[in-house]
């Protein structure tokens, strides 16, 4: 049984913290792999507006994680209907999947709010949930979060500002490109 984290995000885009993160759980458990999983509009957030296409945040994620061992980008929530709620993934991933146990991936700002998902106690009943501090939030693994934002780097890049140590090496040429692109 391969034993895989759900660690979803919009990685809009994807940085050093999100790496750092997934490197830390995979240590700090016994999990085999971390999926980054790419995902389409939030249903418990307001419209982003400033949310770069999924093909293209998915290709910077898969590009920045290309020499990461145990981590991978996904995109599998793209093909699912919409809204994309995490107990309709996991469910379609267990059903796809049938050799690997999932378990769930999230910050302590939504573990605050965790009561308000869909299906939230299906989804404590049927998978682990390991919660990872973020925002003030404390978490169940101990991890030192780097203080970088996805929102601070699409700032930074309207600003003409560096984003080198913000964003893997890889794809800082890209970030600047794609996201300089939506300037207004």
């Not at 590009?63 to 793209?78: H, P, Q, S």
């Not at 999932?102 to 919660?131: A, M, P, Q, S």
């Not at 930074?156 to 490109?177: M, T």
Request: a negative charge; charged letters at 30%.
């Amino acid at each position: 049984m391969v034993k895989v984290g759900i660690f979803g995000g919009s990685f809009n885009p994807i940085h050093c913290g999100h790496i750092a993160l997934a490197r830390e759980i995979l240590r700090q458990t016994e999990l085999d792999e971390v999926w980054l999983m790419v995902s389409p509009q939030n249903p418990l957030k307001r419209e982003a507006t400033d949310l770069l296409d999924d093909a293209s945040r998915y290709a910077l994620a898969k590009k920045a994680l290309a020499d990461e061992e145990g981590i991978e980008a996904c995109d599998y929530e793209f093909h699912l209907p919409k809204p994309s709620y995490t107990w309709t993934t996991l469910q379609r991933l267990r059903q796809d999947y049938p050799d690997y146990e999932f378990t769930l991936l999230i910050g302590g700002d939504n573990w605050e709010r965790f009561t308000r998902w869909y299906h939230w106690k299906d989804i404590l009943r049927c998978y682990k949930v390991v919660v990872y501090p973020r925002d003030g939030q404390g978490g169940t693994i101990q991890a030192a979060l780097l203080p970088v934002s996805s929102t601070e780097i699409r700032e930074k890049v309207r600003r003409g500002l560096s984003i080198e140590g913000l964003v893997p090496a890889a794809i800082v040429e890209d970030v600047k490109r794609l996201y300089g692109e939506m300037k207004d």
